[in-house]
Nanobody, 127 residues
Framework: DVQLVESGGGSVQAGGSLRLSCVAS????????IGWFRQAPGKEYEGVAT??????PTYYADSVKGRFTVSSGKNTLTLQMNSLKPEDTAMYYC???????????????????????WGQGTQVTVS
């Protein structure tokens, strides 16, 4: 199993920036799918950005394109969030799909059901 731990959340004014990090520990294959999801109070999960650690395209929600950048390193995942808006307020989760064919399931329609492993979340509040 893999454990995911997020950090970097906080409170910021609109227009500000935050950088979220996720560290994966335990067993991780050399290539896997990982990404960020968020959930605002009373709303469903929303895919923010996903990436395949073996290279290839990354996927972003339309609402964050041009403002957020996702990147991965050795057992780490980062989300750089710029020009934050109040509607970005949510709990942000790091999630991973370690399946051998996970790459085939990636796309612009980021479904939280694809991702088996989840972190505990980090709160982002934009006012």
């Amino acid at each position: 199993d893999v454990q995911l731990v997020e950090s970097g959340g906080g409170s910021v004014q609109a227009g500000g920036s935050l950088r979220l990090s996720c560290v994966a520990s335990g067993y991780t294959p050399s290539r896997y799918c990982i990404g960020w999801f968020r959930q605002a109070p009373g709303k469903e999960y929303e895919g923010v950005a996903t990436i395949y650690t073996g290279g290839g395209p990354t996927y972003y929600a339309d609402s964050v394109k041009g403002r957020f950048t996702v990147s991965s390193g050795k057992n780490t995942l980062t989300l750089q969030m710029n020009s934050l808006k109040p509607e970005d307020t949510a709990m942000y989760y790091c999630a991973a799909d370690l399946g051998l064919t996970c790459r085939l399931r990636m796309g612009t329609n980021m479904r939280e059901t694809q991702y088996v492993y989840w972190g505990q979340g980090t709160q982002v509040t934009v006012s």
